[in-house]
């Protein structure tokens, strides 16, 4: 299950906002530290083409995909030197696939600042310092033990060391290591080197009731103006505060809200699917009389790695796949038609996966 890690200094809204997410009741108040041990919630990644299929196809119960949120305490310049809670703080996103750091972008004198006033691009920065600080300390570690492997001959030494030298004079340089270019053979050793900072991120920015439904205000425009253009940086805007009010209510009650807000769907709606993309993922679905649902796979994946997203004997055992994307299935209306029309695909081992697929493979063991 992939896990995203919900981070940022403390009392920009962290905590609230894992509580609208996850409707777990997790403790939010109004002082540093309030979230020590990280939370973890399972969130259904919110997708209408599931919800129509399901309902084409008449399957008796729907599946959705998921992704893990982690609430993860917040973070104070010096983390990396132990300040705060330091290495416990810095070793919970090492284990998360994406960060999700959420920025304070309203003004609130009920809601104290630790850092005294309202400043997200200080925020990103102070968090992004620590985290880059962190890395270049293990990075120099890494470079010490390699270099004497590398000296040695050691060719699998040398080939890592060349990347490591790279990633450390880009941390050096104070920016993250998610920036470093890599060649497609050096990814799995970038990943091996677990950084904080080559995590993708996505910004979660955190505005008042009254900047929705634009989301925008002059913090969220300093932030966006801040970003990078890579690709590796997201912005989402999301009021906390409406958000959790959103989450005690029922779903007809809850249309009504945001329709008086002039929104179309929940901030956090648009965050998971941010979320989702920022990992570069896609969606599959299987759909027959038992169940439709919906599976997660990287882009870029070919169809006997989706197969084993479903079981590894699938994979194992491929033999073709049955094919058809949603899009074209919609404008048909049943599998049976489909397949007297000659619409559905029959792709092999080579077959790259596209987002939408509808699927049925075929495999022996």
Sequence with gaps: MLRVGIV???????????????????????????????NVGTVEVPDPRLDHLHELVGSKRKVPTFIHFVDIAGLVAGASQGEGLGNRFLSHIREVDAIAHVLRCFEDPNVTHVAGSVDPVRDRDIVETELVLADLESIERRRERLTKKARSGEKEAQRELALVERVHAVLADGRPARLVEVEPEERTLLKQLQLLTAKPVLYVLNVAEGDLPQGRNRW????????????????????????????????????????????????????????????????????????????TVRRGAKAPEAAGQIHSDFERGFIRAETIHYDEF????????????????????????????IMLFRFNV
Aim: proline content about 4%; hydrophobic content about 35%; charged content about 30%.
């Design 220 to 295: 969220t425009e300093a932030v966006e103006a801040a970003l990078g253009s890579d690709g590796l940086e997201r912005t989402v805007p999301v009021s906390s505060r409406v958000e959790s009010e959103l989450a005690d209510l029922d779903p007809a009650d809850r249309a009504e809200f945001l329709e008086g807000l002039g929104i179309e769907e929940r901030g956090l709606d648009r965050l998971v699917r941010e979320a989702y993309a920022l990992l570069d993922l896609l969606t599959f679905f299987t759909s027959g009389e038992q169940e439709s649902r919906a599976w």
């Design 330 to 357: 919609v404008g048909i209306g049943s599998m049976k038609k489909a397949r007297e029309e000659g619409r559905i695909r029959s792709e092999g081992k080579e077959y790259l996966v596209q987002d939408g697929d």
């Design 8 to 38: 940022g200094l403390p009392n920009v809204g962290k905590s609230s906002l894992f509580n609208a997410l996850t409707a777990a009741g997790v403790p939010s108040e109004n002082f540093p530290f309030c979230t020590v041990d990280p």
